[in-house]
């Protein structure tokens, strides 16, 4: 199967290269694909909240199926702050990296950091992707992550039962 990664917006070639990087190499029977850029879908930003809407940003991308969009813009969705992605059952995955970033928070930039954050967050919501929920277990990549604190002392491994729940669910692991 192979899995497009787009960017949205202004995103620089090497958050996409990397996360593209990552994710052939965690899922070595997927096919990860740069598949060009997009620009953000109209009434897709909140000018209120200076954010973008991720419902909106999936619904622009629906009918493409699974896919990842990556964006170095802020965004939420209904009853959250703000998200680090987003995504749903056969369709698209929303990735914002602008909390990934320890210069968000006033912290020194740190581009490792910040990709080993990404490369969770993008297993995390592929899981989604695949039809996988949350998990329980604080060891496995999904468990849903409330801050970054959580993404760095988490994994980017799913935990034995969701890797057996997970290969039912028709996604090949390794």
Do not use: W
Not at 52 to 79: H, N, S, V
Not at 92 to 115: E, M
Request: hydrophobic share 30%; with cysteine.
């Amino acid at each position: 199967m192979q899995i497009p990664v787009l960017g949205l917006g202004e995103v620089s070639a090497e958050a996409i290269n990397k996360l593209k990087s990552m994710l052939n190499k965690n899922f070595k029977k997927l096919k990860f694909y740069t598949s060009g850029r997009a620009e953000f879908p109209e009434n897709s930003f909140n000018d209120f909240r200076d954010q973008y809407i991720a419902e909106r940003i999936m619904d622009a991308f629906r009918d493409d199926g699974i896919q990842i969009i990556l964006t170095e813009r802020d965004a939420y969705r209904k009853g959250r702050n703000y998200i680090f992605g987003e995504s749903e059952y056969r369709g698209p995955a929303v990735i914002s990296t602008k909390r990934l970033d320890p210069g968000f928070y006033d912290k020194d930039s740190d581009k490792d950091k910040k990709f080993r954050r990404l490369e969770k967050v993008a297993v995390h919501q592929l899981g989604h992707c695949f039809g996988m929920d949350n998990c329980e277990n604080p060891g496995c990549v999904m468990n849903s992550p409330s801050s970054v604190r959580d993404l760095d002392e988490g994994s980017a491994d799913f935990c034995e039962e969701c890797q057996v729940e997970i290969s039912t669910k028709g996604l090949p692991l390794k």
